[in-house]
């Protein structure tokens, strides 16, 4: 037998007003039992204590007041400027709650559709847009400071180039051809992976070593598919090698190369869900993979979506729409 709720009448009688205060109160309080922090002045307390001055980039600023939300102000020693937690941050100047942001992260975790987005949080399809890109913006160089150590795989993956001009209404060619963009990637023992843009067509030389150079530690043994154009790459990186040839009926190539194969796979369907998004914006979707992908490697010891909260407030970034 269901228990009738002591507030039921209560809420019921509410006006639409004051029913939208109290809906607001308990997503801030599921919020704060479930992540640690139910504002974004809470948020900002908790991980953005001492924030260099945007200006001159000055350290150790002293508090200033608060905001009418409640966000901590500070002003610049050095130069004098006032800035708050927020400033500098992809989380500036958002006009709406932590709760709304904290779910959105959530489904943006598990790649959810703009659309679901949308309709899930109440707003609008431009909005959820540039909220991805928002956090995308967050992550933009993160792979920068990726180094693989001991024992790494290396490989290339392709995505149809979806460029109107360039092939439209061509048919598609079988291989590696021109109509692909070539992703080289990389992963270690220890789960850290790498993926970044090489160009269109097969991969040479200097593009992988552009793509993975500085990438992977040197004394470490590289693990590849015989392709020539890893030679300058594992030469220059001062590595060993481990060479087999692709052949998918060979069962030691398969053993052997099976982490990054599996790496491939998972990148292409994560990006499948992306169907018909700009080439240009393509590495910003790679970065927020390997972010992602390492988020989950650790959610044992980070919660995930305050990992995320978190590293959105202490990555200075800004996203400004082409629109």
Not at 103 to 130: K, S
Not at 141 to 167: A, K, S
Request: aromatic share 8%; glycine share 8%; net charge positive.
């Amino acid at each position: 037998m269901n228990r009738h709720s002591a507030f039921a009448d209560a809420v019921a009688a509410l006006d639409e007003g004051d029913f939208e205060l109290l809906r607001r109160a308990v997503d801030e309080r599921c919020c704060r039992e479930k992540h640690g922090f139910g504002t974004l002045a809470e948020a900002a307390d908790l991980y953005r204590t001492d924030p260099a001055c945007p200006s001159c980039r000055a350290a150790s600023p002293f508090r200033d007041g608060r905001t009418a939300g409640g966000v901590q102000r500070w002003r610049c020693r050095a130069c004098g400027a006032r800035f708050t937690s927020l400033t500098g941050t992809v989380l500036e100047g958002s006009k709406s709650d932590m709760a709304t942001w904290c779910r959105f992260i959530g489904l943006m975790r598990f790649n959810v559709p703009l659309d679901a987005m949308a309709e899930e949080l109440g707003i609008t399809h431009q909005t959820a847009w540039e909220w991805r890109h928002r956090v995308m913006a967050a992550v933009d160089g993160y792979q920068d400071r990726i180094v693989l150590r001991d024992l790494v795989w290396i490989d290339e993956t392709y995505v149809n180039d979806t460029d109107l001009h360039l092939g439209y209404g061509v048919a598609r060619k079988r291989g590696p051809s021109r109509q692909k963009v070539c992703i080289a990637v990389a992963i270690d023992v220890h789960k850290n992976p790498v993926a970044v843009v090489c160009g269109r067509g097969k991969p040479s030389s200097a593009r992988v070593l552009g793509a993975l150079g500085g990438h992977i530690a040197e004394g470490s043994l590289v693990v590849h598919d015989r392709e020539r154009a890893h030679g300058a790459l594992i030469r220059e990186s001062g590595c060993a090698e481990e060479a087999h040839r692709a052949d998918v009926n060979d069962p030691v190539y398969l053993e052997r190369m099976a982490m990054v194969n599996n790496l491939c796979s998972w990148l292409k369907r994560y990006l499948w869900r992306f169907t018909g998004m700009s080439m240009s914006n393509l590495q910003s979707y790679l970065n927020w993979f390997v972010y992602l992908f390492r988020v989950k490697r650790d959610s044992e010891r980070w919660p995930e979506t305050a990992r995320v909260v978190r590293h959105l407030l202490l990555t200075e970034a800004r996203f400004r729409s082409s629109t």
